[in-house]
């Protein structure tokens, strides 16, 4: 899911650690509590992948180590501080402070999620993964399924929080369509652990434009050696949302390339995109 302003390079620093904090409680706890700064909290629907159409809460993370091309996502609000919709498709939003801590979070998830049925609370970003301490507290606090979107490049942090996350959509980045080099090693890493949690979904996100090759396809097979992974190809849509510059004959190819591998492969745009949403 995305804004539609340009990308910005973090000017936050970042917690990658894997760690959870040991258990406190008390003026210790407030010393040694983490905290991270974040965009927006939002209730809409998920427009990608396997849950299109599904009403989630929305925690979209600021910044992204990353810089692809095509990210039309702002990295964080002008003003620099969180801001909630007050209610669902309201429009209507609150500003509070950045960074949050995890407790004042989960009161902005849940004054959301009880207004009216979401499947679950989609971490988004940005990359979720580079505030792994803050994970680490706030997802056990947070007790609702929990959709991970991210570039699948820190296989350590997903390790340190994987009993709370229920999907994991896992972005494998194309050096033609984003511009970044292959993440190879750590893309291997991180598939190897989400597939050690068997109650946890895993799918896979291509972003492709016109420049895609088959090498870049064969390389994506031998990355996901596992067959049985669903794979979602996703053309880049243009800035306006209504379209895309990608042709037909490219993503047929690529889909016929890929599915001499893996046993889902399916073509799904942005659709949050065409229905105007965030």
């Avoid at 974040?38 to 599904?54: K, M």
């Avoid at 979070?105 to 009880?114: A, R, S, T």
């Amino acid at each position: 899911m995305t804004m539609t302003t340009a990308n910005a390079v973090s000017s936050f620093s970042t917690d990658t650690s894997p760690l959870a904090m040991p258990s406190v409680s008390g003026d210790l706890a407030r010393k040694t509590l983490v905290s991270a700064p974040i965009t927006e909290v939002f209730s809409s629907f998920q427009g990608e992948g396997p849950h299109i159409g599904e009403r989630q809460v929305f925690v979209r993370f600021s910044h992204c180590h990353l810089h692809c091309s095509y990210c039309d996502t702002a990295m964080s609000q002008p003003d620099g501080q969180c801001w909630v919709e007050t209610e669902p498709a309201s429009g209507v939003w609150d500003k509070h402070p950045n960074p949050q801590l995890p407790h004042s979070l989960d009161g902005l998830v849940e004054q959301l999620w009880c207004q009216t049925p979401h499947h679950s609370v989609s971490l988004t970003g940005g990359e979720p993964l580079l505030y792994g301490r803050f994970l680490s507290q706030w997802l056990p606090l947070l007790n609702k399924p929990v959709y991970l979107e991210t570039s699948g490049t820190h296989p350590a942090v997903l390790a340190s929080i994987a009993p709370w996350v229920s999907t994991i959509a896992m972005d494998i980045k194309l050096p033609s369509a984003t511009g970044e080099p292959w993440q190879s090693d750590a893309h291997r890493e991180f598939i190897a652990d989400a597939q050690e949690n068997p109650q946890c979904e895993l799918f896979i996100k291509l972003i492709l434009n016109n420049a895609v090759t088959s090498d870049e396809l064969g390389h994506v097979m031998e990355l996901v050696s596992n067959r049985n992974i669903p794979v979602f190809v996703q053309p880049v849509t243009n800035p306006n949302g209504l379209s895309t510059d990608v042709l037909a004959t490219t993503v047929f190819n690529a889909v016929q390339h890929l599915t001499r591998h893996f046993t889902s492969v399916r073509v799904i745009p942005q659709s949050h995109k065409l229905m105007g949403l965030t």
